[in-house]
């Protein structure tokens, strides 16, 4: 590996600048430099949504109205931002502001314009951008050493939770049948990729339970349990709604069968992706992360949308294929960078090299020309869809999810067995998924409290779940033999839609509080913790001294000195500096 030398000399960042950091905020959290409120920031904000609001009343006309769909598509946008920023500053996870923003919007009749294909292409691509996001935070060659503890991890608290919610749920609601109530468990028991992927992500680029796989099996598990979450209520659903059209047999070799090709055909789309934006590395022609996200983005509604398709219907295969996607894109032979940036690291701590942090000058740094830049393209990609996801996708997936539940058609009674069932539910999958984490990975018994915990969230399945029934239902009344048989279905959907959105504002921000709080309490932490959540890993290097003990070109190894971007690491020369320039130092 090569990397260039520094000049001129950037004094390294003080003691008391380096970042020290004990706890991880809930996801999408503010940090240290976002915006804070002000005067000055209110009148920005609103000029620019009084802007938009404008231009999407000119341009769109009578859909531009507040009574079209573009005005009100619009206004959940502007209102759920908001909302989402107000609340990460009080560490509560963003994406309860949509879901609250949705929940007022809907019963105010400010959603109404929207169509139910708008709805479904908006979700949609929603839910397959998280998977997506989840799949290329996956590391696949620790997933493969850890096989056993994945599938028991994805399978076996998720079903148990599932027939402890259908049992609950067949005693206290009286309008559900037992198709109904397993509807229902699948519906409740996924772990949210919305709120644990970007936790566990961003536990693993700090270096918590890395060396044991942790957060990769976590990650791996939750996007299995959420598909296999998603083909069961599918199949309940088969049953409970459909039933004569497919026999059971037909109906549980499509779903399952959709699982397996979900996977190959995800995983031959993201291999065609990869090859065809790194086919010529050197030719100055590779795709920017953004543009790689984009293009990923392409082939995830692709996938998603395509096994939606009429005479297809394999719901859960997309979910699937985009997890497989991502992951077999993000999977290369060669090192990744961080893992580079580590060996480089290590190398230098061998040699007493001494590792410092930057901060905000990096990238003036870098967009300056000045010293070596090595740039992580698949770092970049990954920080594009994390930007999607908090700007885009969480606002419509929850927004829309709140917009559906209209308070005046739900007693409260019904509310508040929801509740029961969720709360007495979650006992069973944490004891269940500790269980597995003893067993099938042999993990210390920390590590089994932060999975029992981290198995806890719930929002994306239940945002994406909870209106399925709701819709089919109200599409095909005309088919129903009376008005009680429509009703009465109708009734149960909505026990659905309720329990889903009661489930996500119990479970999301209490699950993402407990997550950051006990990650870095409970998990070991690497001795040389990488972030790769930033676009350059490696900026620049500098020697100092080329004396007899010196490398094969006349550095001296002792004295190189690696810069790495963000990286929470110590100080420890605060007065070292070169004395001569090589221009290139082989590690």
């Known amino acids: 590996m090569f990397v260039q030398s520094l000049s001129p000399p950037i004094s390294p960042r003080k003691d008391s600048e380096t970042i020290q950091e004990t706890e991880l905020r809930p996801p999408h959290t503010t940090t240290s430099t976002s915006w ?20 999407t009343f000119v341009t769109f006309k009578s859909d531009g109205e507040p009574t079209g769909i ?33 929940i007022v919007l809907g019963n105010t009749g400010m959603l109404s314009a929207i169509t139910p294909d708008a709805e479904r292409v908006l979700k949609g691509g929603s839910v397959a951008l998280i998977m997506l996001r989840a799949g290329v935070s996956l590391n696949i060659q620790t997933l493969l050493r ?37 509807m229902l468990g699948f519906a409740l028991s ?12 961003e536990l693993k680029h700090r270096g918590y339970g890395v060396a044991q796989g942790i957060p990769t099996v976590l990650l791996a598990a939750g996007s299995l349990n959420s598909v296999l979450c998603i083909v069961g209520f599918e199949i309940a659903m088969q049953f409970a709604l459909v039933s004569g059209d497919r026999s059971i047999s037909e109906t549980l070799g499509r779903g399952f069968g959709g699982l397996l090709g979900g996977i190959l055909i995800g995983g031959l789309a993201g291999r065609i ?42 719901g859960g295969a997309g979910t699937m294929a985009c997890v497989a996607l991502g992951a077999a894109f993000s999977y290369s032979k060669d090192a990744p960078a961080a893992t580079i940036a580590g060996i480089v690291m290590n190398t230098a701590a ?20 000045v010293g070596a830049v090595k740039p992580t393209e698949d770092v970049s990609t990954a920080s594009a869809l994390k930007v999607a996801w908090v700007s885009v996708g969480q606002v419509f997936l929850f927004g829309l999810l709140g917009g559906a539940l209209n308070l005046n058609r739900i007693p409260l009674d019904i509310l508040g067995k929801a509740a029961i069932v969720i709360v007495l539910g979650l006992p069973f999958r944490g004891l269940v998924a500790y269980y597995c984490a003893a067993v099938g990975g042999k993990w210390s018994q920390p590590d089994r409290i932060f999975t029992a915990i981290s198995w806890m969230p719930k929002a994306t399945v239940q945002a994406a779940l909870s209106t399925v029934a709701l819709q089919y239902v109200e599409a095909s009344e005309a088919s129903y033999e009376s008005t009680d048989a429509y009703d009465l279905d109708r009734s149960r959907s909505m026990i659905i839609l309720a329990a889903a959105t009661i489930s996500i504002v119990l479970t999301a921000p209490t699950g993402a509080i407990a997550i950051g709080w006990s990650g870095p309490r409970l ?65």
């Open 350 to 369: 061998k040699t007493t090299t001494t590792t410092t942090a930057l901060g905000d000058d990096t990238q003036h740094m870098v967009s300056g020309g």
């Open 273 to 314: 992706a990869r090859g065809a934006i790194v086919m010529a590395p050197d030719s100055g022609l590779l795709l920017s992360g953004p543009r790689r996200a984009a293009v990923l983005m392409l082939w995830a509604m692709l996938l998603y949308f395509g096994f939606k398709m009429d005479g297809v219907d394999l």
């Open 70 to 102: 573009a005005f009100q598509i619009t206004l959940l946008w502007i209102l759920s931002t908001v909302a989402s920023s107000l609340l990460e500053m009080v560490r509560i996870p963003g994406l309860c502001g949509p879901l609250l923003v949705g």
């Open 190 to 201: 996924d772990v949210s990729p919305a709120v644990t992927v970007p936790l566990l992500t």
């Open 523 to 587: 998990l070991t932490q690497s001795a040389q913790p990488i972030r790769s959540d930033v676009t350059v890993e490696i900026v620049a290097t500098y020697v100092s001294g080329c004396d007899s003990d010196t490398h094969s070109n006349g550095t001296a190894m002792s004295d190189v000195v690696i810069i790495i971007a963000d990286n929470v690491l110590p100080s420890t020369a605060q007065d070292q500096r070169p004395s001569t320039h090589c221009t290139e130092v082989s590690i």
């Open 146 to 182: 850890s096989g056993r503890i994945t599938m028991m991890l994805a399978a076996i608290p998720g079903f148990v939770e599932t027939a402890a919610v259908a049992t609950m749920g067949y005693c206290l609601f009286d309008d559900l049948n037992l198709p109904w109530c397993v």
């Open 36 to 55: 804070k409120p002000s005067g000055i920031m209110a009148l920005q904000m609103g000029l620019i949504a009084g802007l938009l609001l404008a231009a």
